[in-house]
């Protein structure tokens, strides 16, 4: 089964409604409405993931109010926006977002969830290995050892 918000998958998220606190959207399956869904998570990534969930609910035979009851009750995963609390204010956010798909899909919800008032964004440095030619984790590489 294919998935999606392109009208030519067999499950279709449509009429999607981002938030900051989370997204409604119609789950169709094949031309049929199937539930809506509201999901606590912020993120277009997130109506995706959730639609896989929705596919696997109907491989297995549930019915809509049990897919969208499965998908509202979702809490989330441990650090992939992880709400770790409040300082002077400001909401601090944990997330692990580590390549440049999921670091995209993860600034595409920040967006959505800071609204007008933006947000700053950190990150730590990530490991990298050694150049196979001169063994430092720079970028830029030193000549070649000549013999």
């Known amino acids: 089964m294919t998935y999606g918000l392109a009208a030519e998958a067999d499950l279709v998220g449509e009429d999607v409604r981002l938030g900051p606190a989370g997204s409604r959207f119609a789950v169709v399956h094949r031309g049929k409405r199937v539930c809506e869904a509201t999901i606590p998570a912020a993120g277009r990534h997130n109506v995706l993931n959730a639609l896989a969930a929705a596919a696997v609910g109907l ?66 440095p990530i ?18 050892p000549t013999a």
């Open 59 to 124: 491989d297995l035979d549930l019915p809509g109010e049990a897919i969208a009851g499965g998908l509202a009750a979702f809490a989330g995963i441990e650090r992939r926006l992880d709400a770790k609390g409040t300082a002077e204010g400001i909401r601090v956010l944990d997330d692990y977002a580590h390549h440049p798909t999921e670091i995209r899909a993860t600034i595409e919800a920040l967006r959505l969830m800071a609204g007008s008032g933006g947000f700053t964004s950190c990150s730590s």
């Open 127 to 144: 490991a990298t290995r050694g150049c196979a030619t001169c063994g430092r984790s720079s970028r830029k590489c030193s000549p070649p």
